[in-house]
């Protein structure tokens, strides 16, 4: 499994990191149109978002996605 984070984008890049980019370039209210989940939704925070993705590994994939779509060539 060694040979899958060479190609990996995100490799290095803390999810913390993906999340304050997201929120700092949309905002949580287009945050959570884009990505229909309730910690964007509901009373939204960094830290409340960090502990649902750690967890909802397909909501986590959606957020990698965009950052990338959002951030990346």
């Given at each position: 499994m060694?040979?899958?984070?060479?190609?990996?984008?995100?490799?290095?890049?803390?999810?913390?990191?993906?999340?304050?980019?997201?929120?700092?370039?949309?905002?949580?209210?287009?945050?959570?149109?884009?990505?229909?989940?309730?910690?964007?939704?509901?009373?939204p925070?960094?830290?409340?978002?960090?502990?649902?993705?750690?967890?909802?590994?397909?909501?986590?994939?959606?957020?990698?996605?965009?950052?990338?779509?959002?951030?990346?060539?």
């Amino acid at each position: 499994m060694s040979g899958t984070q060479v190609n990996n984008p995100l490799h290095g890049v803390k999810l913390e990191k993906v999340v304050t980019d997201l929120v700092a370039h949309y905002g949580w209210e287009e945050l959570s149109i884009r990505i229909n989940i309730n910690c964007f939704k509901s009373d939204p925070s960094v830290k409340s978002s960090l502990k649902f993705l750690r967890k909802t590994p397909w909501a986590r994939e959606k957020v990698e996605t965009l950052f990338l779509d959002t951030f990346t060539d």
